[in-house]
C-alpha cells in the first residue's frame, strides 16, 4: 500500500489544489521539506496525500540524526520524488535488507508524529518504509485535522 508520494511543479500550491479537488479533498502548504510546497489530502481511510514540490526540489539525505532535506540546483542524481510505504516486516528486517543492498536508511520520527524509515535507494532516491506499527501512527496522524493542526502549531493558516 501507498501512503503519500512526491512530485515536483512550476506552481506547487495550483497543483495541490487541483489533485485535491479531484479527491474532494483539502490542500494545504507543506512546510517541512522545503519553502514553497503544498499538500494534497485526500480525507481518506488511508489518509493518501501528494506532496507537491517547487520544481527542481531534490530530496538529499541529511547528516546524523536529522531527516532529509530538500535543496534546489543539486548534482541532479537525486530527485523530488518519493513514496510512503508499507511493510509487514519489522524494523530489523528492512535495516537488515537496506545494509545487504549497501544503501543507507535509518528511523526518522517526522514531526514528532509518526515514525518512517528513511531508505535510499542506490544512496539517490528516498522511500519510507512503515512498519505495522508506523503505519498505525501515520493513520492516527496524517489527517486533514491532524495537519491543520501541525500547521497552526508552526505558525501558519490553511490557505
Partial sequence: MLFH???DADDPRRVAQVIAELWGGVASPFPPVIDG????????DRNTAVEVYPRG??????EGDADAVGAI???GRHSST????ATAMG???VL?????EGWPAKYRKRGGAFGVLELWIEGSRMIEVLTPEMQAEYRATMT????NGFLASVGMANA
Avoid at 144 to 147: E, I, K, L, N, Q
Wanted: hydrophobic share 55%; proline share 0%.
Fill in 57 to 62: 526540489t531534490e530530496l538529499v539525505e541529511a
Fill in 144 to 147: 486533514v485535522a491532524g495537519w
Fill in 96 to 100: 537488515a535488507i537496506a545494509k545487504r
Fill in 5 to 7: 508520494l512526491s512530485i
Fill in 82 to 85: 518519493h513514496f510512503a510505504m
Fill in 91 to 93: 524494523v530489523e528486517q
Fill in 37 to 44: 510546497s503544498w499538500i494534497a489530502m485526500a480525507g481518506d
Fill in 73 to 75: 540546483g543539486g548534482n
